[in-house]
């Protein structure tokens, strides 16, 4: 069975730092991009980072470009999303995804629908 548990959430002060956690099973973890998304009340769920665990390839949409880190743990089949420094717009449900980088992407790598398996959200809020 494919899990995908997104942890970590919780109260940061603007500019502290956070880490996200999704630890996954049931998947060939080397073969599969994980994404991280968010979304804010009232606004459609947005991808923001993701880890091709083939290549080791990442990619930050600007928003978070310079301040969040996702990164590969294959050991422990856990992807982190490092937030080196908060703002308050970064506040939100973030949610792990995960799809087959052996199967080609129809519309965008962040693309929701390109995304079979989801975590649980864990709910990140910056405080100002």
């Known amino acids: 069975e494919v899990q995908l548990q997104a942890s970590g959430g919780g109260l940061v002060q603007a500019g502290g730092p956070l880490r996200l956690s999704c630890a996954t099973s049931g998947f060939a973890f080397d073969s599969y991009v994980i994404a991280w998304f968010r979304r804010v009340p009232g606004k459609e769920k947005e991808g923001i980072s993701y880890v091709n665990n083939h290549d080791g390839t990442t990619y930050y949409v600007d928003s978070v470009k310079g301040r969040f880190t996702v990164s590969s743990d294959y050991a422990k089949k856990t992807v982190y999303l490092q937030m080196h420094k908060a703002q308050s717009d970064d506040t939100a449900v973030y949610y792990c995804?995960?799809?087959?980088?052996?199967?080609?992407?129809?519309?965008?790598?962040?693309?929701?629908?390109?995304?079979?398996?989801w975590g649980q959200g864990t709910q990140v809020t910056v405080s100002s």
């Open positions: 995804a995960a799809r087959d980088s052996r199967r080609q992407v129809v519309t965008t790598p962040l693309g929701l629908y390109e995304y079979e398996h």
